[in-house]
C-alpha cells in the first residue's frame, strides 16, 4: 500500500491518488484526505479505503503545528481506520494505519488515557508483525521503536505482555534490515539512533546516522519523498539534541 491503486479502482481513485502523489502541497494532502473519505463513503465495504483515510489523516496530522488540530487529525484517522479493521480484522494496511495515529493521538492525551489504549495498539502491531512484518518497509517495527523512545515507561510495562518476541534488540535488527534492503527512508535512520541511544546511550551511532540522513537521496523513491523532505529538518534537529 505505498501507493499502488486498489483492485477494481477507476478514476475516483487515480484522482485520490494523484492529489496523494502531490501531499507535499498540503492542499494537495487536504485534497487527497476528502477524496479518500468520499471514496470511503461510496465503498463503505471496502477497507483498502478506510485505511487510506486513516493513512492520509495521519500524514496532515503528523506535520501540523497546532496541537488540538494534531489530535483531532490522529482521532480521525484511528476512527475510520477501525472501519477497515471491522471489515477484515487482517487487513494489514487498515491495522498499521490505525495503529500509526492512534499511537500519535495517545501522545496529546493524559498518562491514565495512554496507558488504555496502549494494548490495543500493541495488539494491532502484533497482527502486522505476525501477517506481513516487512510491510511499509518494516513498519511495525519501526512505530514500536518510536513508542519505545517516547513512551519508554508505558512500552516498557505492556510489551512483554503483548509481544514477548519484540525488543529493542530486534527493532534495531529490523532497521537495519530496513536500510539495507532501501528505498532511503529518513524515519528508518531516525529510529534507529533514537532507539540505540535511548536503550545503550550510544552517541556514535546518532552522529553517525545524522550524517546519514543528510546524505540522504530524498527523492530516490517517489513514494517516500514528500515525507523524506518533511522529516529530514526534524531527524536533524532531534539527533543533533541526542548527539
Known amino acids: 500500500m505505498e501507493r499502488e491503486i486498489p483492485v477494481g479502482s477507476g478514476p475516483v481513485w487515480e484522482e485520490a491518488l494523484l492529489a496523494w502523489d ?5 492542499a494537495q494532502a487536504q485534497r487527497a484526505v476528502q477524496r479518500f473519505e468520499d471514496i470511503a463513503r461510496r465503498e463503505s465495504k ?26 483531532d487529525f490522529f482521532e480521525q484517522g484511528m476512527k ?24 500519535s ?5 493524559g498518562l491514565l488515557r495512554r496507558a488504555t489504549y496502549l494494548p490495543e495498539i500493541l495488539g494491532f502491531m502484533k497482527l502486522v508483525w505476525q501477517l506481513d512484518p516487512g510491510y511499509y518497509h518494516h513498519g511495525a517495527a519501526r512505530l514500536l521503536g518510536q513508542a519505545l523512545v517516547r513512551q519508554p515507561g ?11 518476541e519484540m525488543s529493542p534488540e530486534v527493532v534495531v535488527r529490523e532497521m537495519r534490515q530496513a536500510i539495507a534492503d532501501g528505498p532511503p527512508v529518513v524515519l528508518t535512520h ?11 546511550g550510544d552517541r556514535a551511532i546518532v552522529r553517525e546516522q545524522l550524517k546519514v540522513i543528510a546524505g540522504l537521496d ?23 539534541a541526542l548527539a
Open 105 to 109: 493521538y495517545v501522545e496529546l492525551v
Open 190 to 200: 531516525q529510529t534507529l539512533a533514537q532507539v540505540l541511544h535511548a536503550t545503550k
Open 46 to 71: 471496502n477497507p483498502d479505503a478506510w485505511a487510506w483515510c486513516a493513512r492520509a489523516r495521519f500524514y496532515l496530522g503528523d506535520y501540523e503545528a497546532d496541537e488540538g488540530k494534531r489530535r
Open 154 to 164: 508505558l512500552v516498557r510495562r505492556f510489551l512483554p505482555l503483548a509481544m514477548p
Open 22 to 26: 502531490q501531499r507535499l502541497d498540503t
Open 218 to 240: 530524498l527523492d530516490a523513491d517517489a513514494n517516500f519523498a514528500p515525507e523524506n523532505r518533511r522529516d529530514q529538518p526534524r531527524a536533524a534537529k532531534l539527533l543533533k
Open 80 to 103: 475510520l481506520g477501525r472501519r477497515g479493521i471491522d471489515l477484515d480484522g487482517k487487513h494489514v494496511p487498515a491495522l498499521f494505519w490505525t495503529s500509526v495515529c492512534e499511537a
